[in-house]
DNA sequence: ACCTGAACACCGTTCAAGT
DNA sequence: ACCTGAACACCGTTCAAGT
């Protein structure tokens, strides 16, 4: 007998160690962060939960990453990756409409990555590749120098703002049918002196009240784009095949 | 005599109370909040801090703000007022651009508001003030129905677009500065790679070195506005005079 | 190397109790 | 009517100690 393994009794008695006797992994706490966002939104996600959801205590998750910032920052990279560029279309316009149109239907999806926009530097790998696609469809249009980025950043630009407007408005609607009664009347009654000083936002407000959201918003968002579009194919050395 | 006060001796020792004995009043507490948005960013308001700022408890702000949501939302809608549409001008282009600007600014003045817009409503006074102009502008120009409505959204979001990026961009280039050694080697080295996978995107990025930021960000600013206003120039009935 | 448990210094919000 | 004090149920983060 080549005697004593550490602790005594047999082998067997003592349960395998796991393999590699690690629990967690970074791809799997974003996983879970990933999802408690999508499901209760920004307010929702704490270190406390995720581990929890992990079947774990809060203070081991910082042995993978440095700060809830910094989980924050790869779930934002995560979500990115769902963004793709539309097949090779030979048309610069319909490559950047197309792209334009799936980083919308993916912040939409993930509308607590919008506020990880408003402050994160936001230079994850997804990120980059983002950039590139984005700005070799430009190049192809004729763009060059600092005329490249500013055309790059017009389109991102209304994306995310046009998404963020949605957003409000979408959170808006949901407080107003969400609380019980008082709040319509309170609302109408706010809205009807408001009325009264801003007859054009009015009327428009009065138009816009049976509208659907859902519609509305993408016709909003095609029309921004599509100015945004004529203003760089005039400004773009080779104009768009049409 | 006319007898007693309640409280014995003279009324002299007995101090005055306050005219109305109330210390708070939501525009004070509304004016700390701003206050220290500025100071210490959208991480550093709590309710201790903006009660102990008045000399008083946390508590006690609820009797004038139900959660600190709403407190935000007043906020954001003082910080609003700020905006001001250029004095009279006869050409809408002009009329919408300076109204661009100066929201420009006051979104730069007070970069925590970009955060409220991302979830908040925003139904505060001024915000329909600022509907309200916008709207005139380019019912001027000739748009109506729901053109108009996009119209504005559409000069809406790249205002807040643009400054999210800028803010974004601020923020990367303050923390690579902001750190002490090792944070430009390991940059410079996950750059340098990324540059290898990505060669449009490093020539960019190697351009944009040695740039001012606050030109730059100007100069991205105008184009984008000025290709949607060309793009508006061309749906709207009335085309701009030139 | 990887995780636990407990602690520290905070939060927003509520609510009896005082005046 | 307006404010205090104390409590409740949370936070992010750190760090000795275990294995």
Redesign the interface.
Known sequence: MPSSESSGGSVWLRPERPPRDRRLTRGRIVDVAVAVLDAEG?RGLSMRRVATELGVTAGSLYWYVDTKDDLLELALDRVLAEVRAGAGTSDWRDGLAALARSNRAMLLRHRWA??E???????G?NA??L??TG??LL?RAGFA???????M??V???????V??E??WR??LA?MSGTGSGWDERAAE?LRQ?AE?????AG?MA??GEIDVER?SE??FA??L???????A??CATPSPS
Chains 1, 2 share one sequence.
Do not use: Q
Request: with cysteine; proline share 6%; aromatic share 4%.
């Open positions: 920004h919008l506020s926009l408003t402050v994160r530097p936001n230079l790998p980059l590749a950039a590139e700005l070799r190049e120098g600092p005329d490249l980025d500013a055309a950043a017009a991102n630009d209304h994306v995310v703002g046009a963020i407007a957003a409000a959170d808006t407080r706010y408001a000083r801003h007859p054009t936002l428009r138009a816009t509305e016709r909003r029309f921004g599509g100015c945004l579009l004529d203003g760089l005039v400004r």
